[in-house]
C-alpha cells in the first residue's frame, strides 16, 4: 500500500460544477499537509496548505482529518483553467520526509 | 517568497554522454534539497535526498553512481546523469523547503526536460 493515495481520475466535469477530492494517508507521524496542483510538462505549483481546523481560499477549500487520516480539497465554481492535476503531500520528520500522492486528474469541460 | 531556480530548462544530449541538472534557492538557505523524477502520465517519484555537506540519500533502485548529487553549499545542488541513455530521458524536478520557516512548504525549480537521443 502507498504512503499517500490518490484516486487518479481522472475526474470530468462541467464548469461551474463543484467536485472534490480525496487523499489517504497511511503514516499517523506524519504532520504537515499540503495540495499542490501541476500543469502538464510543468512543475508542482503549491496550491494550499492543509489545516486541521480547515482553511478555505476562494473557491477552495482543504479539509484534514487525522482521526481518518485523510485529507479534502474542494473546488467550488470549477473553471476551465482548474484543469491540472492535483496533488497531495504529507510531511513528517520535522520535514525531512516528503510524499507525494499519485495526483488527481481534473478536467473541466465548457 | 521562497524561490527555487532549476537550469537548464531542457537539454537534448546523445547516449552516453552525462548531464549536469543545477538546482539553487534564490532567497532562503536549504540544508536539504529533494530531487524528483517524473514519466510522462506518471507521478511524481523521488530520487533522491540531497544533503549540504554530506552524502545524499538515494531512494530505493535509483542507482547512486549514475544519478551524481553534490550539494555543495546551502544554496546549491547539482545533479548529474551519468553516461545517459534513452531510458533516462524524463522530467527532473528539484524542491527545496525554508527549514527556517516553521511549516513553510516544499518549493519546486521549473524543472529540466532530458531527453538523451
Known amino acids: 500500500r502507498k504512503e499517500v493515495e490518490q484516486d487518479p481520475g481522472p475526474f470530468n466535469v462541467p464548469e461551474g460544477a463543484t467536485v472534490a477530492f480525496n487523499c489517504t494517508y497511511s503514516n499517523s507521524a506524519s504532520q504537515s499537509f499540503f495540495w499542490y496542483r501541476q500543469d502538464c510538462r510543468k512543475e508542482p505549483k503549491l496550491l494550499m496548505s492543509?489545516?486541521?481546523s480547515g482553511n478555505e481560499d476562494g473557491r477552495f477549500t482543504a479539509q484534514l482529518n487525522r482521526a481518518s487520516q485523510y485529507i479534502s480539497l474542494l473546488i467550488r465554481d470549477s473553471k476551465l483553467s482548474d484543469s491540472a492535476t492535483y496533488l497531495c503531500v504529507a510531511v513528517r520528520n520535522a520535514g525531512n520526509m516528503l510524499t507525494f500522492g499519485g495526483g488527481t486528474r481534473l478536467m473541466v469541460k465548457p | 517568497g521562497a524561490v527555487v531556480s532549476q537550469h537548464p530548462s531542457w537539454v537534448i544530449c546523445k547516449s552516453g554522454t552525462s548531464v549536469k541538472i543545477e538546482c539553487r534557492s534564490l532567497?532562503?538557505?536549504?540544508?536539504?534539497m529533494f530531487w524528483y523524477r517524473q514519466f510522462p502520465k506518471q507521478s511524481l517519484m523521488l530520487m533522491a535526498t540531497?544533503?549540504?555537506?554530506?552524502?545524499?540519500?538515494?531512494e530505493q533502485g535509483v542507482e547512486k553512481d549514475k544519478f551524481l548529487i553534490n550539494h555543495a553549499s546551502l544554496t546549491l545542488s547539482t545533479l548529474t546523469v551519468t553516461s545517459a541513455h534513452p531510458e533516462d530521458s524524463s522530467f527532473y524536478i528539484c524542491?527545496?523547503?525554508?527549514?527556517?520557516?516553521?511549516?513553510?512548504?516544499?518549493?519546486f525549480g521549473n524543472g529540466t526536460r532530458l531527453t538523451v537521443t
Open positions: 492543509v489545516y486541521s
Open positions: 532567497d532562503f538557505q536549504a540544508t536539504t
Open positions: 540531497s544533503n549540504e555537506g554530506s552524502k545524499a540519500t538515494y
Open positions: 524542491s527545496a523547503r525554508d527549514f527556517g520557516a516553521s511549516g513553510s512548504p516544499l518549493h
